[in-house]
């Protein structure tokens, strides 16, 4: 679990306790809410892939948009909608090195809009290693209101890594190269850490790489 989760829901259990030394009823909404945090901020163990140029999400989600990136048409985007549901950990979609983390303010708006993307509060970390580089987006929505990414430029990062989270509902993009061959469709449900998004095609480790 993660660590906030503990934090929430002590202090649901908290409020539930004084509560209900005034009127036992009262102590029943904070204990709901108190098990919700304590569910919501699960994290699970999840089974990371292996092989060359495997890209993995980095969360939890429904794929609801696969398209051309607006800012440079020849690479990829693969938008990955979470919900209040949805384990909201996030992780590297490679392995490699933390080239650009950029945190930029914004609205609060629908993460299922296409216009989120760009208007939306997010954080966008850019990581370059087995031969590529992959951008990915935390986009905040209608309920997240705060986004956490813990590594900072320079760490290196496993594939799978626990990197942060996007609390309560949200958003995250993942821009590939168009050397990466899409291994989801619109509709699918991925997990984090565990999903196989793509796969850089084999002999395009150079030509997959940004600079």
Known sequence: MVRD?????????AAAVLLGLVNPWLAVLPLLLGAFFLWFFRDPERAIPDGPGVIVSPADGKVTSISRA??????????????VFDVHVNRSP??????????QKGKFGNAMSAGS???NEQ??????????TVVFKQIAGLLARRIVFNPR????????????????????????????????????????G?????VLR??????????
């Open 94 to 103: 490679i392995s490699g090195t933390v080239t650009g983390v950029s945190y």
């Open 153 to 192: 430029t320079g760490d290196k990062l496993e594939r799978g890594q626990r990197v942060g989270l996007i609390k309560f509902g949200s958003r995250v993009d993942v821009v590939l190269n168009e050397t990466v061959d899409i291994q989801v469709k619109v509709g699918d449900h991925v997990a984090g």
């Open 70 to 83: 607006e800012e440079d048409g020849r690479k990829q985007r693969i938008s990955i909608f979470l919900n």
């Open 5 to 13: 989760g503990f934090y929430y829901g002590l202090g649901a259990v």
């Open 123 to 132: 954080n966008v970390v850019t990581v370059r290693g087995d031969g590529q």
């Open 194 to 198: 565990s999903s196989i998004l793509g």
């Open 202 to 211: 084999a002999g395009q480790s150079r030509a997959g790489a940004v600079r």
């Open 117 to 119: 993307s760009d208007a």
